[in-house]
């Protein structure tokens, strides 16, 4: 089992900036490759960002290539997603996900966080 904890949501001017934590606890977080995704209300759930397990392989989504990056700490169990010239688009309940492999397939990740809101005001 894997939990996974998400922080650093809130509310942000358009333009502004956020960075999103997650926290994970339970078995070897290095092991496992994670995603970033995001759900607004009455939409589906979206991946946003990967990053293998060693942190050396990022992949982005088209919307917020060039604005976001993800990244992560295997010493500190943690993986993070700067986001940057956010847009009332990026409004949205972000979660956080471990899986055996890094895709932007919801469906294969295992393990799910609680999620952060993320609203971005005009």
């Known amino acids: 089992q894997v939990q996974l904890v998400e922080s650093g949501g809130g509310l942000v001017q358009a333009g502004g900036s956020l960075r999103l934590s997650c926290a994970a606890s339970?078995?070897?977080?290095?092991?496992?490759?994670m995603a970033w995704f995001r759900q607004a209300p009455g939409k589906e759930c979206t991946c946003v960002a990967v990053i293998s397990w060693s942190g050396y392989i990022t992949n982005y989504a088209d919307s917020v290539k060039g604005r976001f990056t993800i990244s992560r700490d295997n010493a500190k169990n943690t993986v993070y997603l700067q986001m940057n010239s956010l847009e009332p688009e990026d409004t949205a309940v972000y979660y956080c996900?471990?899986?055996?492999?890094?895709?932007?397939?919801?469906?294969?990740?295992?393990?799910w966080g609680q999620g952060t809101q993320v609203t971005v005001s005009s």
């Open positions: 996900a471990a899986g055996t492999t890094k895709t932007f397939e919801p469906k294969m990740y295992d393990y």
């Open positions: 339970g078995r070897t977080f290095s092991a496992y490759a």
